[in-house]
Every structure is written in structure tokens, then in C-alpha cells.
């Protein structure tokens, strides 16, 4: 920074189990290494000292690190917009473990561990749910009764918001407008899936929840369903809880429905082998976007674009194809040359009658999440 020239990418898998994997490019150099990372704070120190390498390391020294920026899921109503890591922020991060249990205390343990790496450093907290804290309360509140957010703070918050602010910013700039004159609804659609209304330049609405389980139908998560299917379960199937939360969250979406797989490739080939339910999934994971681009654009009236992004929203024309068709009294009117193989590259596929246009953006939440960073800690 601030070219926004990359140095490295890497990626750390199978954390906590008997084999995990480094995955690193620097320049031109691919480099693998095996070793077994029992937790998220050993994979930084791991990662830490793969860069710092004297031979394959990008960085001379660990001096060489100005500052640190750690993607955080879950940061409730505290937080509105990416923060320096103080005490208060870093008891904030812990406070929120209960909303998010799977991804704040990993997140946690990355401060903690950068902190102890390099303890005179900035570390800085980019929100997933920071971008969507603008939605008025009409947008966030479940009608349930109110004591549940007074005391419980359940609520709809939202997800993938660094993902949304980043496609959101490039859809102005490819527009030639300002962020803060631009209606957009983005749709990030990879293994989960979220959609955005933003009027403006921010968020009004968007479909996940207290969880990322509500909105769209995603790759193994069921997205939206009548909350009386628990209860119904419970006493049909003796199911407990737990197990339906497993099963919603693990068990279903495209991979529930079609019995096949929960990556879009696979559905999609299929389905092109005609097999019904890969079919299915397939026509209900793009039918239930599709209305929510309705729903989107009736609360933000004059939209100016609809983006596609992530796995799915940029590399599949079939869905891009499925979630537009007949969409042109709402507007939008895709030229499905344009679209048809279209994968991975910034590009208009609207007509030129179309009254909004329809971008694909890839996401680079990396980048968000560095030029944040270099904004609060290094300028
Ligand atoms: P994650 O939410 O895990 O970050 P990604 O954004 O990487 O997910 O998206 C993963 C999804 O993108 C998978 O369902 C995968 O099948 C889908 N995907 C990737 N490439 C293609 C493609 N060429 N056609 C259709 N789907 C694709």
C-alpha cells in the first residue's frame, strides 16, 4: 500500500485437524507447506514465519509489517464502520461470541496472536456486519415481541458486508457516479449467499438474519422457511434442536434438495445431464434471488445497477441467465450474448435499453479489508 500492489496470497486449510496445508504464491513462486496447526493462532504465527523466510518470505524482516487488518464476522450494533483494536474493541469481539459461535472466537484468537507477533503494530477490525448497520429499523426488527431486542439484541444484521461495500464502490466508480447518488442491489452468491439493497450508497436492507441461515436458498443452508417446519420436526421426528440447527445450517439448500452437491458446478452439470432434482435446486436457488431482486428494487424504487459477484455471481452465466429472465418490467433486461461465458472479469451484461444496468464485479474483500486498514493505521 498504497499502489494496492499484492505481495503474497496464501491460504491455510484443514486448521485443527492431522494434516493441514499452506497454500502461498509470492511473485511467481508457489509454495506448499504441511504441517499440523492445531488452532487459528498457531496458523498465524505459521503464516508469519512463511513470509518473513529468508529464502522464499516476501518480507525481510517482520518489521517490515505496518499494520495488521483482521476480517471480523460478528460485531453486533457496536460497531458501524472498520476500528482501530483497543481493549473496549477486543472485549466487543468477545462479547459477540454468542451471535457468531463459529467465527469470533477464531477471529479472537487472530488478534490475540498479531498482538502478541507485534505488539507495537496497529491492528485494525473490518466488520462483515458493520456495512448493513445503516438498515432502519423497519428493515431489521422481526416481528416478534420487542423484549426479544431489548434484551437478546435479536435482530437481522446481516452478512459479507465488506463484499458488498467493495462491489457496491466499484459499481459507482465503473457507473461514473457518485457512491453517495448510487442505487445498487448487490447479490454475493458463492457457498453462502447473501443480497443488498443500497439506496444511495448504503445499506437499507439485506437478506441474512441474526445468522447467516436467512435469505436466499445457499449451497447447504436452507435459507428462508416457515419457523413453524422446527417445532413441526421436533414432534414429527423427535428431532432435537441441535439437530435441526445441523441440519438448516449443513444438510440443506442445494445440497438438501438435490441429494447431489452443494458446489454449483456440479448441480449445474446435472442438471444438463437431466437429472430432476439438481434441476430443481437449481431453478429454486435462482427463483428465490430473483425475488429478492424484486423486493429489492420496490424498496429502493430507481435502481442504476444490479451487480453479481462471488463463486457463483461471477462465474455463472446460467444463473446470472435464470435470475434475469423476464425481469424487464422491473427494468432489467439482460443481453444473454454478452453474458453467456462471461467469468471472472468486470462487465456490463445489460442491453443498452435497459433501464438499470447489470454488472458482474468480482469481489476482492482482501483489498477492502488493506485499503481500511492503510486508511486508519498507516496515513
Ligand atoms: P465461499 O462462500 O466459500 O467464499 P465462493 O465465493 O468461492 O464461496 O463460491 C463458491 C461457489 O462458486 C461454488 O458453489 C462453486 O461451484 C461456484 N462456482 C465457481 N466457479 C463456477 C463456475 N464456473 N460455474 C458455476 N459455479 C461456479
Redesign the pocket.
Known amino acids: 500500500m498504497p499502489s494496492e500492489q499484492r505481495q503474497a496470497r496464501g491460504l491455510l486449510e484443514r486448521i485443527g485437524e492431522d494434516q493441514s496445508r499452506l497454500t502461498y504464491t509470492l511473485g511467481e513462486t508457489k509454495k506448499i507447506i504441511d504441517e499440523k496447526v492445531a488452532d487459528h493462532g498457531q496458523g498465524l504465527k505459521l503464516i508469519v514465519k512463511a513470509l518473513t523466510d529468508r529464502e522464499n518470505g516476501g518480507l525481510k524482516d517482520i518489521s517490515e509489517i505496518g499494520a495488521v487488518g483482521h476480517r471480523v464476522v460478528h460485531g453486533g450494533e457496536a460497531f458501524s464502520e472498520t476500528v482501530i483494536i483497543d481493549d473496549h474493541v477486543q472485549k466487543a469481539v468477545e462479547d459477540h461470541i454468542q451471535l457468531a459461535p463459529l467465527h469470533n472466537p477464531p477471529n479472537l484468537l487472530g488478534i490475540v496472536v498479531a498482538k502478541e507477533l507485534l505488539p507495537t503494530v496497529p491492528q485494525v477490525a473490518v466488520f462483515d456486519t458493520a456495512f448493513h448497520q445503516t438498515m432502519p429499523a423497519h428493515a431489521f426488527m422481526y416481528a416478534i415481541p420487542y423484549e426479544l431486542y431489548e434484551n437478546y439484541r435479536v435482530r437481522r444484521y446481516g452478512f459479507h458486508g465488506t463484499s458488498h461495500r467493495y462491489v457496491a464502490a466499484r459499481a459507482a466508480k465503473l457507473l461514473g457516479q457518485k457512491l453517495e447518488e448510487t442505487n445498487i442491489i448487490t447479490a454475493h ?5 447473501s443480497l443488498a439493497a443500497i439506496k444511495n450508497g448504503t445499506c437499507i436492507d439485506t437478506s441474512m438474519g441474526l445468522t447467516p441461515l436467512e435469505g436466499v436458498a445457499m ?1 447447504t443452508r436452507s435459507g428462508d422457511i416457515d419457523p413453524a417446519i422446527i417445532p413441526f420436526l421436533a414432534k414429527a421426528k423427535d428431532m432435537k434442536v441441535a439437530d435441526i440447527d445441523t441440519m438448516l445450517n449443513k444438510k440443506s439448500g ?1 445440497l438438501g434438495v438435490s441429494g447431489i452437491s ?7 452439470k446435472a442438471a444438463d445431464d437431466g437429472n430432476q432434482r439438481a434441476a430443481l435446486a437449481l431453478n429454486m436457488f435462482c427463483y428465490r434471488i430473483k425475488k429478492y431482486v424484486g423486493a429489492y428494487t420496490a424498496a429502493i424504487g430507481n435502481v442504476h445497477a444490479l451487480v453479481f459477484t ?3 455471481g ?3 452465466d ?2 446470472r441467465n435464470l435470475v434475469c429472465e423476464n425481469l424487464e418490467p422491473l427494468g432489467y433486461s439482460i443481453d444473454t450474448q454478452k453474458n453467456n461465458g462471461a ?1 471472472g472479469v468486470e462487465l456490463d451484461i445489460a442491453t443498452p435499453q435497459s433501464r438499470s444496468r447489470i454488472l458482474i464485479i468480482p ?1 476482492n474483500e482482501e483489498l477492502m479489508i488493506a485499503q481500511d486498514t492503510y486508511a486508519l493505521a498507516c496515513k
Open positions: 452468491l458463492g457457498n453462502g449467499a449451497g442445494v452443494n458446489d454449483m458446478r456440479a448441480i449445474e462471488a463463486g457463483i461471477e462465474n455463472s446460467t444463473v467469468r469481489t
